[in-house]
């Protein structure tokens, strides 16, 4: 069994009402993977994953805090928020050292194999691929594959 991180728009993906194709294919996609591969998995979120929705602007927080209960809670260390200010210092994540690079340092730090997302942009980005193994693998971690949940559900078959 994989250990697999579920970062925060994956589980905002599986919650969303909003109707956009993209938006429906995101959800459809989430909750297709939960629904069927989920279980051949070790699941986790950090606290990181359980702050961001608790935020007031944060769409469909109790949704989403209520999916994720029972997922194991990975506590947000010294170390994971050093990693994570390694990891923006070193350009591999954008500014804050918060959310995507903290998601990132917890998912290496914590052993992870996959880190489960929609971000594109900063995380499942292949132009960051390279750049973050060379980082991980200097301060003794190994990165987690980051991964589309429609990616993982294919890797999984």
């Not at 994956?10 to 919650?15: E, P």
């Not at 602007?57 to 994971?80: H, K």
């Not at 990693?83 to 730090?109: Q, S």
């Not at 200097?138 to 429609?150: M, T, W």
Request: aromatic residues 8%; charged residues 20%.
């Amino acid at each position: 069994m994989a250990r697999v991180y579920l970062e925060t728009s994956f589980v905002s993906a599986c919650v969303t009402t909003r109707a956009s194709v993209r938006s429906v294919y995101e959800r459809e996609a989430s909750l297709a993977w939960w629904n069927h591969d989920a279980g051949e998995h070790d699941l986790f979120v950090s606290l990181e994953v359980l702050t961001e929705p608790s935020h007031p602007q944060y769409p469909r927080s109790d949704e989403a805090l209520r999916f994720v209960n029972g997922v194991p809670v990975i506590p947000v260390t010294d170390a994971m928020v050093e990693f994570a200010a390694l990891l923006v210092e070193r350009k591999v994540m954008p500014h804050p050292v918060a959310g995507d690079a903290l998601h990132v340092a917890a998912a290496a730090i914590a052993q992870m194999q996959y880190l489960l997302t929609w971000n594109v942009r900063h995380l499942a980005n292949p132009n960051k691929v390279l750049h973050l193994n060379a980082v991980c693998m200097e301060n003794g971690y190994i990165a987690p594959s980051i991964v589309r949940p429609d990616d993982l559900r294919e890797m999984d078959r």
